[in-house]
């Protein structure tokens, strides 16, 4: 993932500039990964915790991984009491479209922007 600048985006504390950028500066690409993140914070936010991304492009993730693209984040889920994680990873898949892909997993919340066509 590239911004306009042409820096190159590769980096959990990247992910954190792009959820500050003005939405208007992005393409469309980086616009879904806006979203993405907008409404991950914003849902995790509502149930009281801080959001974390534990995991962006870096850190091991299976081959083929869209975290290697800049298109998958992991959220932090050990703040979250257990009976609130599925409704809070239900919650973010119905405010994004069915181009993302929600995971609820055993220490994260795996979301990814994989648009179908
Ligand atoms: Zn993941």
């Not at 500039?17 to 992005?26: K, P």
């Amino acid at each position: 993932m590239e911004l306009k600048s042409g820096v190159k985006l590769s980096s959990t504390m990247a992910m954190w500039v792009l959820l500050t950028t003005a939405a208007e500066e992005l393409d469309a690409e980086t616009t879904a990964i806006w979203a993405m993140l907008t409404v991950a914070k914003e849902v995790v936010e509502g149930y009281g915790v801080e959001f974390v991304i534990t995991s962006g492009c870096e850190g091991k993730h299976k081959k083929n991984s869209l975290h290697y693209q800049g298109h998958a984040i992991d959220v932090r889920t050990r703040d979250l009491p257990y009976h609130q994680r599925s409704p809070c990873a239900e919650e973010i898949h119905r405010r994004l479209d069915d181009d993302y892909d929600v995971l609820l997993e055993s220490d994260h919340i795996h979301i990814e922007w994989d648009p179908k066509d």
